[in-house]
């Protein structure tokens, strides 16, 4: 499935999919208080997923900005694109910060240090862009076994103590916040190697995807069986064994990296056969546009979705059934997936897509 000017419209889908993710797993984090039912095990296994998936994707379009002008060796054309992309990283993080203490979660201010270090290395070779990413996941593992992770912690509510110090702040962004840059920019880094990736070429889907699902099954799986082996561990030596063996995004070990890196390709893999394969159906559409007003879709899903039911109920952490939050969850994606298609057949771009792409030119 692509569009008059050759787009792949499979990575908009992709990103479709992440935001419908993305709020299942903020709202059920945010409304539930830990729970042993089945369905709360099940969307946990969801955490952190869908937010590597779009940050994996920001990386995918960071490269197709670049590779259209270096392909025409227009030097002054790269230049403006690694510029206005800087410009959208600074937009990203100061939005992102703007509403911290509605959301504390937030992924965009991350998410402009991210494309910051990635403006840096879109030149890099794919084999640099991969040792980097591997260089980092590895060293993050050494950082967890010298620092700690639970500074500033309070586990309880999930509040973080001294975030408006300078010291607090430094260490939430870099090291134990929610989306840590380091090792978080790795799924950017794989992203800008993976839109490199001809993926009009079937063999070369075929070939990505095989590898990237094994990827996923054997650190999942190998996670698995090394957690296993602790139970004969005393308690507190158990607890901390599982949590750097886990593939948990908190804290996000190479268990994690490893696991969400490779899920995340293999989904991206699979929603451009998909669109490929099947160019009619209307769904495939509305989740294209649904992808293609991510950013707006992101900031709704708080500042809307969050905000109403706490106007609503009075209340909003921890106060809900995951059966509830995971129904208003579904409930406010359709309803978002609904909005972003008839806003699509008006508008070019998204609410704050147009505002950004107003601010940074």
């Known amino acids: 499935m692509t569009t008059t000017n050759d787009r ?61 002008a270096q392909r025409k060796k227009d030097t002054g054309r790269v230049k403006k694109i690694r510029l206005d992309l800087l410009k959208r990283a600074l937009f990203l993080f100061v939005t992102g910060l703007s509403y911290y203490f509605i959301w504390p979660a937030d992924i965009l201010h991350y998410y402009g240090v991210y494309m910051t270090i990635g403006v840096l290395l879109l030149a890099a070779s794919t084999r640099l862009l991969q040792g980097i990413s591997l260089l980092i996941v590895l060293s993050y593992m050494l950082l967890l076994v010298v620092f700690d992770y639970e500074a500033g912690w309070n586990w309880s509510t999930l509040e973080y103590e001294g975030f408006l110090t300078p010291s607090g702040f430094f260490r939430h962004l870099f090291f134990n916040g929610f989306h840590p840059v380091f090792p978080w920019v790795a799924f950017l880094l794989t992203g800008i190697w993976v839109g490199r990736i001809n993926l009009r070429d079937q063999k070369k889907r075929t070939r990505l995807a095989i590898r990237s699902l094994l990827t996923f099954i054997v650190f999942t799986s190998l996670s698995a069986f090394l957690k296993s082996q602790t139970s004969h561990f005393p308690a507190p030596e158990a607890e901390a064994l599982n949590s750097l063996l886990g593939t948990g995004p908190m804290p996000p070990t190479l268990f994690y990296m490893f696991s969400a890196g490779g899920l995340s390709v293999f989904l991206i893999i699979v929603s451009v056969q998909v669109c490929f394969s099947f160019p009619e159906p209307r769904w495939i559409g ?76």
């Not at 990103?15 to 095990?41: C, D, H, P, W």
């Not at 294209?288 to 879709?297: F, R």
């Open 8 to 68: 792949i419209l499979g990575y908009d889908f992709a990103r479709g999919i992440a935001i419908i993710g993305m709020i299942i797993v903020n709202f059920k984090t945010v409304m539930v208080a830990e729970s042993e039912s089945l369905l709360y095990q099940a969307l946990n296994l969801l955490s952190g997923k869908a937010a590597a998936l779009f940050v994996t994707l920001a990386g995918v379009g960071m490269t197709l900005m670049y590779s259209s």
């Open 286 to 361: 509305y989740l294209v546009s649904t992808g293609q007003l991510a950013l707006s879709n992101y900031f709704f899903h708080v500042v809307i979705g969050m905000v109403a039911i706490e106007l609503l109920f009075g209340r909003l952490e921890q106060a809900f059934s995951v059966e509830f939050a995971f129904g208003y969850a579904l409930a406010f994606s359709v309803l978002l997936v609904w909005f972003s298609h008839r806003w699509r057949k008006k508008y070019k771009r998204g609410p704050l897509e147009a505002l950004m792409r107003r601010v940074t030119g």
